[in-house]
């Protein structure tokens, strides 16, 4: 945690207290938000779908995730017979922890630019709006969705049936598949930044639109970013892995009461935290005007209003985009966004350093380019003599 | 320092309790959990030496795609749940000879080269930059290397995986 200004010289009891009531704000905000959430989505996808949704429990049906939650509590908590008791129990929490631990790194306010390096003073100390900075930021968070695919896979596995298992190695291989594009989507922009820390990367967007980096990396990594971390979230059009027509239930077909709670709490947990993500990543995070007053305030309001936008379009895909198929997913994965954002991430450190060391433009764009046609001619080559080779096989057999 | 020391010693048992339950487990699938254990205790254990960078690659490669993997192909082959298989080979007592040694020898080379060495508590913390720095430039003929040798397993298993 060497960035945040509240650790420079020395720790004592108020930087503690300041830390805990961080920790304590940041808790409360993603267990409410995802009551919301689940409320929200609901309601949004009825609206979608020409029906009116939750309105019973409290105005507009609001607490309608509360009793839910209520619901679960008092239910039984049951375990088939076939499962191994210790990883069958373990599997939720690894779910649920991983999605509160990563939205420790995003910075959820304080105003950048014109001076100002985003700190806060609270009790006459300056601190950021955020739970943690360490250095290595948003490898954090692509540790933490690895971390998480363990959740998954684990239920499946520990659940002892065989859909569960169809879903969870659905899961694994998805999401294994996905994180490729997913974290060099993000290279992309650290590239662009100059460094891992969350921090750093909403510093270095600061001073307006154009300087967000979904417009100076030329907007493809923002949606190679987009669709992996969709399929990332498991979810539509990437919810292969609880295909409910399919798979009963998915991973999490066997769990009950307070255990599915845990599981229906991370992933909408994850929507919320992959979205606060992409509006670090590339909307300039807390960035926008100061109307009037309170320079603190109207920052976090900003970054709230895009996190809101990045949830309506979670939402919008699930309630208008069909289910890909297995094999459609995996083409998509391997053989369309990997190699886009392959290209993109060479063009990008090209550009950056061409701009770095002042070279000419004509040289490097023209090298770049004949060395870009004689590695697709030599692939090319390669491909059709590998065709050839299967061909005159298939004429021997 | 003290702080250090107590969390060394929390992490250390844990790694070395999970390296031992990890053998002796029957379990095939816990003993892979066991390994997870281990390597997430290693991580810790880098971010103790400040060497964050290290850590969290750690987490990502071993944790996040190695051992995701390992289970991947566990599940699928052979993990009957419940079914408590002899996992003990003939050969142990030799596989525990070859351990104990490579052990010893690690021990050794370890002493041997810093022997009374202190960790330097005030020194230069390791940026990542510093990190790519040196492997794209001091190191970057041994990065190569390693990335062909890599690219060649990769072909090569897919090569006798194919049967068309």
Same mark, same amino acid.
């Given at each position: 945690?060497?960035?945040?200004?509240?650790?420079?010289?020395?720790?004592?009891?108020?930087?503690?207290?300041?830390?805990?009531?961080?920790?304590?704000?940041?808790?409360?905000?993603?267990?409410?938000?995802?009551?919301?959430?689940?409320?929200?989505?609901?309601?949004?996808?009825?609206?979608?779908?020409?029906?009116?949704?939750?309105?019973?429990?409290?105005?507009?049906?609001?607490?309608?995730?509360?009793?839910?939650?209520?619901?679960?509590?008092?239910?039984?908590?049951? =375990?088939?017979?076939?499962?191994?008791?210790?990883?069958?129990?373990?599997?939720?929490?690894?779910?649920?922890?991983?999605?509160?631990?990563?939205?420790?790194?995003?910075?959820?306010?304080?105003?950048?630019?014109?001076?100002?390096?985003?700190?806060?003073?609270?009790?006459?100390?300056?601190?950021?709006?955020?739970?943690?900075?360490?250095?290595?930021?948003?490898?954090?968070?692509?540790?933490?969705?690895?971390?998480?695919?363990?959740?998954?896979?684990?239920?499946?596995?520990?659940?002892?049936?065989?859909?569960?298992?169809?879903?969870?190695?659905?899961?694994?291989?998805?999401?294994?598949?996905?994180?490729?594009?997913?974290?060099?989507?993000?290279?992309?922009?650290?590239?662009?930044?100059?460094?891992?820390?969350?921090?750093?990367?909403?510093?270095?967007?600061?001073?307006?639109?154009? =300087?967000?980096?979904?417009?100076?990396?030329?907007?493809?990594?923002?949606?190679?970013?987009?669709?992996?971390?969709?399929?990332?979230?498991?979810?539509?059009?990437?919810?292969?892995?609880?295909?409910?027509?399919?798979?009963?239930?998915?991973?999490?077909?066997?769990?009950?009461?307070?255990?599915?709670?845990?599981?229906?709490?991370?992933?909408?947990?994850?929507?919320?935290?992959?979205?606060?993500?992409?509006?670090?990543?590339?909307?300039?995070?807390?960035?926008?005007?100061?109307?009037?007053?309170?320079?603190?305030?109207?920052?976090?309001?900003?970054?709230?209003?895009?996190?809101?936008?990045?949830?309506?379009?979670?939402?919008?895909?699930?309630?208008?985009?069909?289910?890909? =198929?297995?094999?459609?997913?995996?083409?998509?994965?391997?053989?369309?966004?990997?190699?886009?954002?392959?290209?993109?991430?060479?063009?990008?450190?090209?550009?950056?350093?061409?701009?770095?060391?002042?070279?000419?433009?004509?040289?490097?764009?023209?090298?770049?380019?004949?060395?870009?046609?004689?590695?697709?001619?030599?692939?090319?080559?390669?491909?059709?003599?590998?065709?050839?080779?299967?061909?005159?096989?298939?004429?021997?057999? | 320092?003290?702080?250090?020391?107590?969390?060394?010693?929390?992490?250390?048992?844990?790694?070395?309790?999970?390296?031992?339950?990890?053998?002796?487990?029957?379990?095939?699938?816990?003993?892979?959990?066991?390994?997870?254990?281990?390597?997430?205790?290693?991580?810790?254990?880098?971010?103790?030496?400040?060497?964050?960078?290290?850590?969290?690659?750690?987490?990502?490669? %071993?944790?996040?795609?190695?051992?995701?993997?390992?289970?991947?192909?566990?599940?699928?082959?052979?993990?009957?749940?419940?079914?408590?298989?002899?996992?003990?080979?003939?050969?142990?007592?030799?596989?525990?000879?070859?351990?104990?040694?490579?052990?010893?020898?690690?021990?050794?080379?370890?002493?041997?080269?810093?022997?009374?060495?202190?960790?330097?508590?005030?020194?230069?913390?390791?940026?990542?930059?510093?990190?790519?720095?040196?492997?794209?430039?001091? %190191?970057?003929?041994?990065?190569?290397?390693?990335?062909?040798?890599?690219?060649?397993?990769?072909?090569?298993?897919?090569?006798?995986?194919?049967?068309?």
């Amino acid at each position: 945690m060497t960035g945040d200004p509240l650790f420079i010289d020395g720790v004592d009891l108020v930087d503690i207290g300041i830390m805990a009531a961080k920790v304590l704000v940041a808790f409360t905000f993603l267990l409410v938000a995802t009551m919301f959430m689940v409320w929200f989505e609901r309601k949004l996808i009825s609206d979608m779908q020409n029906r009116i949704g939750p309105n019973v429990a409290g105005p507009w049906g609001l607490l309608q995730t509360f009793a839910d939650g209520v619901k679960f509590f008092f239910k039984e908590d049951l =375990r088939p017979e076939n499962a191994d008791p210790l990883v069958f129990r373990l599997a939720p929490y690894i779910a649920a922890v991983t999605a509160f631990l990563s939205f420790a790194v995003v910075p959820i306010g304080g105003s950048f630019g014109s001076g100002s390096s985003g700190t806060v003073t609270i009790f006459g100390r300056e601190t950021y709006l955020q739970v943690a900075d360490p250095p290595i930021g948003i490898l954090l968070l692509l540790a933490m969705s690895s971390i998480a695919v363990y959740g998954v896979m684990l239920a499946g596995w520990a659940s002892g049936s065989k859909y569960p298992l169809i879903g969870s190695v659905r899961a694994s291989a998805q999401a294994i598949s996905y994180e490729a594009a997913l974290g060099m989507a993000t290279v992309v922009v650290v590239i662009l930044a100059g460094t891992l820390s969350t921090h750093g990367i909403v510093a270095a967007q600061a001073g307006g639109i154009t =300087r967000w980096f979904v417009l100076s990396s030329g907007v493809v990594p923002f949606i190679v970013f987009l669709i992996a971390a969709t399929a990332e979230l498991n979810r539509p059009p990437f919810d292969l892995v609880e295909a409910e027509q399919e798979l009963v239930g998915g991973f999490h077909t066997e769990y009950s009461s307070i255990r599915f709670a845990l599981f229906f709490l991370a992933e909408f947990m994850n929507v919320i935290t992959m979205s606060a993500i992409m509006v670090t990543l590339f909307f300039g995070g807390p960035a926008g005007p100061i109307l009037f007053g309170m320079t603190w305030f109207w920052p976090t309001v900003w970054f709230l209003l895009k996190v809101l936008a990045f949830l309506f379009v979670f939402v919008w895909f699930r309630a208008t985009l069909p289910r890909l =198929r297995y094999d459609q997913l995996m083409h998509l994965g391997w053989k369309l966004l990997i190699p886009l954002i392959l290209f993109w991430l060479m063009f990008i450190s090209l550009k950056e350093l061409r701009a770095a060391n002042d070279w000419n433009w004509i040289a490097t764009y023209g090298a770049a380019f004949i060395a870009l046609a004689i590695g697709t001619a030599l692939l090319l080559a390669g491909l059709r003599a590998g065709d050839r080779a299967f061909q005159d096989e298939l004429e021997e057999a | 320092m003290v702080a250090q020391n107590i969390f060394f010693g929390i992490l250390s048992a844990i790694v070395i309790v999970s390296a031992l339950r990890m053998v002796t487990t029957r379990n095939i699938v816990h003993a892979a959990l066991y390994l997870v254990a281990v390597l997430a205790g290693l991580g810790a254990l880098y971010v103790l030496l400040t060497a964050e960078f290290v850590a969290t690659t750690q987490v990502l490669v %071993y944790i996040g795609a190695v051992m995701v993997l390992f289970l991947f192909g566990i599940m699928l082959t052979k993990a009957p749940l419940g079914n408590e298989m002899e996992m003990t080979g003939k050969q142990w007592p030799l596989a525990a000879l070859v351990a104990a040694l490579l052990g010893g020898v690690t021990i050794y080379s370890l002493l041997n080269g810093f022997g009374s060495d202190r960790l330097v508590t005030d020194g230069p913390v390791y940026r990542t930059a510093d990190v790519s720095d040196e492997v794209f430039s001091t %190191y970057i003929i041994p990065f190569e290397a390693v990335s062909v040798l890599l690219l060649a397993a990769l072909i090569g298993a897919i090569v006798l995986a194919r049967k068309d």
